[in-house]
């Protein structure tokens, strides 16, 4: 700190105040991502031109990729649950690799469900935060829910600037009655069942990971697809019982990501994460939370 004198009144020169760190880029279409994101055409999955082996990449901070070679086919679609083969390449070595095999787009078979008669809720109406039919993160269920099947389609952004299992990558949870979360975020390529098989050094726990309870279960399979790609979950939930103030049933929950079954009527001892620490409720909203990434979400609708 440097002291300067005018007349003889002796100031502090303060030292400058640094410039706040830039927010990462973050692309919200693909059309654009297409135009402005270098190799972003090479993300996503492939399978073999000869032979039963299938492939995912994944674009890297440093601008390489994270590849995941899997036996059989994708997971989800033959894969024979052998160990993944987990690789970090440039865009240089990935391109020859891609030579033998077709890129793929899979849709999941719920996409584009319309709500039923029956539904309880149905998109736009009973939900806070949408706009022009999209729901940003943040939004919820305007109305209480007990035991209901949910149906949800979902798009993660593409934000290379940090890498898959960062939490700060497309962030996002279904969180009901603000106890359970079913966690959202781009772990595409990722290898969850042994996270130290990853080419790549995960970030964060792989019970924070795309589709698992958080922080309490594992999905049975990784089903993420690419960021920027449409996405569902399909929920069936029943919550927890009461007689009185005495809980005499959990809470359980069956989860379908991209149409796979990832959660098979899993019993919820209590909440999930930070979930845990609250009361248990027979019923509540359900929150699409905001995690301060650009998660949105359409075609939501509840049946009980």
Request: proline share 8%.
């Amino acid at each position: 700190m440097k002291l300067f004198s005018i007349g003889s009144a002796l100031l502090f020169a303060l030292p400058a105040l640094a410039a706040p760190t830039p927010a990462p880029p973050t692309w919200t279409d693909a059309a654009t991502a297409e135009k402005e994101v270098e190799h972003f055409s090479m993300i996503g999955e492939y399978v073999a031109k000869a032979g039963k082996t299938a492939l995912q990449a994944n674009l890297l901070a440093n601008g390489e990729f994270l590849v995941a070679i899997y036996q059989g086919g994708l997971p989800g679609d033959g894969w024979d649950q052998s160990n993944i083969d987990s690789r970090k390449m440039p865009a240089a070595h990935l391109t020859p690799l891609l030579a033998g095999y077709a890129k793929v787009e899979r849709k999941s078979p719920t996409l584009g469900i319309p709500a039923p008669k029956n539904a309880v809720l149905k998109f736009p109406d009973g939900f806070t935060h949408v706009k022009d039919g999209i729901m940003s993160a943040g939004g919820q269920t305007t109305k209480d829910l007990g035991a209901f099947h949910m149906h949800l389609e979902f798009m993660l952004p593409l934000k290379p600037g940090d890498n898959p299992t960062s939490q700060k990558r497309g962030n996002s949870g279904i969180y009901i009655f603000n106890n359970y979360e079913i966690q959202i975020l781009d772990s595409f390529a990722v290898d969850y069942r042994n996270p130290a098989n990853n080419a790549l050094k995960p970030e964060s726990s792989n019970l924070q990971w795309c589709g698992a309870l958080y922080k309490t279960k594992l999905p049975d399979v990784n089903m993420s697809y690419p960021p920027l790609r449409w996405q569902t979950y399909d929920i069936d939930f029943k919550p927890p019982e009461f007689d009185g103030e005495t809980k005499t049933k959990n809470a359980r929950v069956t989860v379908r990501l991209n149409g796979v079954l990832i959660h098979d009527d899993f019993e919820l001892k209590t909440g999930t994460g930070n979930g845990a620490k609250k009361p248990q409720l027979a019923k509540g909203p359900v929150f699409f939370q905001n995690h301060a990434n650009p998660v949105v979400f359409r075609n939501v609708w509840v049946t009980e």
